[in-house]
């Protein structure tokens, strides 16, 4: 007897073959047979017009640190996700020196956007190693999770203060790789680092991986080669990657004999840059490395929470009660000194960054919710400033800045969408960048499978499904070597979404208070997820969390096989 049949789905395996109309059948945490179910079951579900495909991988989510206090994952697990993959950009939580905690809390509230007040909440940091960290968040999760370790991390735990301030001395460098050997033989799914010149620590430092030399960057991800199921991802910079860090990526790959993969293609400033960083990726391929880029599969939408109240003369109004600020935009005088600073801010911005046209109304409540300025100045006759007065000023409206990378001259028009998902098909792209369990109050981007479900797949086309899911199931999950995860096949982990692919879709951006200490975050639930198994058990039904917990913590080696560098060219040859 089966524990659970999912009867006449629209199956899509994961691996871009197409749909075919069948049973799935789990025992225990496999799949037992995919085809026509004759045997009984505990648990059949009639998903007659659903479609069960493998559960969604986000290999770049900052859950390291929100898993001690929220088993779910939320919202990710809402979305389908059933594996996360944290420690990305070198900020793990862990190895922790004695006496450290407090740095690297402070750290990951600066780089990562996390309250403070959450990370100092969420219980005692008093792990040492990787094995330790990894020990404390195997308490029973909703999800699988796997981690990095961070560069940062580890350069923190060696030099202490000295971290963010000089070269590593050669015994200093040989004691951090035999601290990435001992994380990665702990469990460590490999080795992340950043060069990103916007990240500071808690005093306003470069980070301690910004202090590093080229050599310790290739000394580390070296220490790869010798355990196996592990991989590399990195920040070059922000922008155009200059040629040396492209060859430190070529040579970070090469000595590790893994993929690397760096975080985030795409620039707000014009399409040549991305075409620029993309020749990373040909760079370590004319080498035999290989280097692949995340890009976001969605616009970037971010709280607009200090940009209102920054413009000259909107603070005194922003902050009267609702008949005052009524009041106060019917005065010409007050009016004109409010559209002036609107206007002069809009001319000083670079590119979308001062299109208040592309701006969005993030409020669920709000009868203009999901509608951009632009949009609602055509719906009402007016010009865009008048609704950033009378919306969103009036109304306390909370207004989401709309980021449309990779393509910002076009916007979030069907030529945008189709030019963004013309470079997902890229051999050098792969999707993931969600950076979820960061940025809390700024952005949400966990909702990016339903996003590409709803609108890139169904309501535009742009996609076909099988597509679709493979670029958000297998290919992250081969990448990652994650075993018999990331697709639907018989003995293969049961982590599987049945959806509805009429309804799919995010619901829109919320403001939930629900971290340690009451601290703010944005989420955002889902629409048409009917159910998500972890294991084969249901973590998720109809839109709502259940209390299994069947999620394990992912260890490099027993959960992971090892990608080396023969094996995705010979899988994946290079374009």
């Known amino acids: 007897m089966f524990d659970l049949v999912v009867r006449d789905a629209t199956v899509v395996d994961g691996t871009g073959r197409p749909p075919m109309t ?39 989510t900052h859950y390291d640190a929100q898993l001690l206090w929220d088993s779910t994952a939320s919202p990710s697990v809402l979305h389908g996700v059933t594996t996360v993959l944290g420690g990305n950009c070198g900020f793990s939580i862990a190895p922790l020196a004695p006496g450290d905690a407090g740095y690297i809390q402070r750290m990951m509230a600066v780089v990562e956007g996390i309250p403070l007040g959450a990370l100092e909440g969420s219980g005692e940091w008093n792990w040492t190693s990787f094995t330790e960290y990894l020990a404390r968040i195997d308490q029973g999760l909703a999800v699988n999770a ?69 050599e310790e960057f290739v000394a580390l991800a070296g220490a790869l080669r010798r355990h196996p199921g592990t991989t ?32 985030l293609l795409g620039s707000l400033a014009s399409e040549e840059i991305y075409e620029q960083q993309l020749r990373a990726s040909d760079v370590a391929a004319r080498q035999g490395g290989h280097v692949v880029a995340l890009t976001l599969p969605d616009m970037m939408r971010m709280r607009a929470s200090h940009l209102l109240p ?77 609704v950033l007065i009378d919306v969103v000023l009036v109304e306390a409206a909370t207004l989401l800045l709309v980021l449309p990378s990779l393509t910002p001259s076009l916007g979030r028009s069907d030529d945008g969408w189709r030019a963004r998902v013309a470079v997902w098909k890229d051999p050098r792209v792969m999707l993931g960048g969600s950076d979820a369990g960061a940025h809390l ?43 018999h995860r990331g697709r639907l096949a018989e003995g293969w982990f049961a982590d599987l979404v049945v959806f509805d692919p009429d309804r799919v879709a995010s619901q829109a951006t919320e403001v939930l208070h629900d971290l340690p200490g009451g601290g703010e975050r944005l989420s955002a639930a889902s629409r048409g997820i009917n159910h998500v198994f972890v294991g084969g058990r249901e973590v998720v039904s109809e839109g709502a969390v259940s209390a299994e917990r069947p999620g394990r913590v992912l260890r490099s080696g027993r959960d992971t096989d090892t990608v080396t560098l023969a094996e995705v060219r010979q899988s994946r040859p290079h374009r």
């Open 22 to 60: 069948t049973d799935v059948a789990v025992s225990g945490d496999r799949i037992a047979k995919i085809g026509k179910v004759r045997d009984a079951s505990r648990r059949t579900i009639d998903a007659q017009g659903l479609v069960v495909c493998p559960g969604f991988i986000d290999l770049h």
């Open 146 to 214: 796997g981690f990095l370790v961070g560069h940062s991390a580890i350069r923190r735990a060696v030099m202490g203060d000295d971290a963010t301030r000089r070269a590593s001395s050669p015994e200093q460098l040989a004691t951090m790789v035999a601290l990435v050997e001992a994380s990665l033989s702990g469990g460590a799914l490999g080795l992340s680092s950043s060069l990103g010149e916007g990240h500071t620590d808690g005093e306003g430092r470069p980070v301690p991986s910004r202090s590093a030399a080229f």
């Open 310 to 386: 920054s413009l000259p003369g909107w603070g005194d109004v922003i902050g009267l009660d609702e008949a005052g600020r009524r009041a106060a935009v019917l005065d010409p005088e007050v009016r004109t000194r409010l559209r002036s600073a609107a206007e002069k801010a809009a001319q000083r911005s670079m590119g979308v960054l001062g299109d208040f046209a592309l701006m969005e109304v993030g409020d669920p409540g709000s009868k203009w919710q999901g509608r951009s300025l632009g949009e609602i100045a055509g719906m009402r006759g007016t010009d865009v400033v008048d």
């Open 232 to 263: 590399l991802e990195f920040i070059p910079t922000v922008g155009p990657i200059p040629d040396d860090r492209m060859q430190l990526m070529a040579d970070m790959s090469l000595a590790a004999d893994r993929p690397l993969n760096w975080n």
């Open 441 to 483: 109050d700024l952005m949400c981007h966990a909702n990016y499978p339903t996003v590409v479900l709803g609108e890139v797949v169904r309501d535009r086309g742009l996609l076909s499904l099988e597509e679709a899911i493979e670029m958000m199931t297998d290919r992250p999950a081969r990448h990652y070597g994650l075993r």
